[in-house]
């Protein structure tokens, strides 16, 4: 019973729920809870909607406070990406062995005056759960950095299965981040949130995000298509049916991405060529 009495009185904190009704105090204590309604709040029921855990929520809220105060209206991604990090949901968090420390501490001092969870004391209990989740943040850097598999696995001794259940928890806890932001009145962090999500997704730099709307183009694709100077949704509107079966290697994939832009073409035949033919070719 203290338990659960202890827990309200954290949610009305928070401002999660309402309690006593016909109250008029700010604050109304664990006794007068019993003998009124508990209701959520707006934010508190969207939090239950979004099955976080409410404590994750509250850090969530107190970050995104703390980078709108810091007037961060461009929070830098790995900000972000260490504050879900901090959360109960992304555990078992990437443990930092001794070999790394050093490491995770250089990223730490690089980025430690603007994260937006709060650094404890190397001497306190949390610390090293701390150094954990900057771990797990450089991870999910290097992976919009658009970094492979086969690298996250010689690096971070992360499996593609566990990077599949990170990106998961990842995505569910940025859209998490930016219903609250809403909820919040935070409209200048909403576009790099969900922008982030985005990169999250697809494990892209900020420079693929337009290529990757198109169905059938993912990380890869998406980065054949801009070394070979087709950068925009424009310019692969531009392209020709042949220069995007040569890059992107199907005929069938040029001819249904000119289709999601609303062009009408056909595939090139095989055997046929656009533009000019190799000398050792010509009369054959």
């Not at 299965?161 to 990170?166: R, T």
């Not at 290529?211 to 993912?218: D, E």
């Not at 070979?228 to 199907?250: F, M, P």
């Amino acid at each position: 019973e203290k338990t659960i009495d202890k827990m309200l009185l954290l949610l009305e904190e928070w401002e999660f729920i309402r309690a006593g009704q016909g109250k008029t105090a700010d604050f109304t204590s664990a006794a007068d809870m019993k003998s009124g309604a508990v209701m959520p709040t707006l934010i508190g029921a969207r939090v239950a909607e979004l099955y976080l855990d409410p404590l994750t929520a509250h850090e969530i809220i107190v970050g995104l406070g703390k980078a709108m105060q810091r007037t961060m209206k461009e929070p830098e991604p790995f900000q972000l990406l260490q504050l879900i990090s901090s959360t109960l949901e992304m555990r078992p968090l990437l443990r930092v062995k001794v070999k790394e420390v050093e490491e995770v501490q250089s990223a730490l001092m690089e980025h430690g005056g603007a994260l937006l969870v709060e650094e404890p004391s190397m001497f306190e209990e949390g610390y090293e759960d701390f150094l954990a989740s900057v771990k797990t943040a450089m991870f999910f850097q290097e992976w919009v950095e658009e970094k492979d598999e086969e690298y996250l696995l010689e690096k971070y001794n992360i499996r593609p299965g566990e990077i599949h259940a990170k990106l998961g928890n990842a995505d569910w806890l940025l859209y998490s981040a930016s219903e609250l932001a809403k909820l919040m009145q935070l409209q200048p962090l909403l576009k790099h949130i969900t922008k982030l999500r985005f990169r999250v997704e697809h494990g892209i730099k900020e420079e693929l995000l337009p290529l990757t709307q198109l169905k059938g183009i993912g990380r890869v694709r998406a980065r054949k298509l801009f070394d070979n100077r087709i950068r925009s949704l424009g310019d692969v509107k531009t392209a020709d049916v042949s220069t995007l079966t040569q890059i992107l290697g199907s005929g069938k994939l040029a001819v249904d991405i000119k289709q999601q832009l609303g062009e009408k073409t056909e595939a090139v035949k095989e055997g046929k060529r656009k533009g000019q033919i190799n000398l050792n070719d010509y009369g054959k």
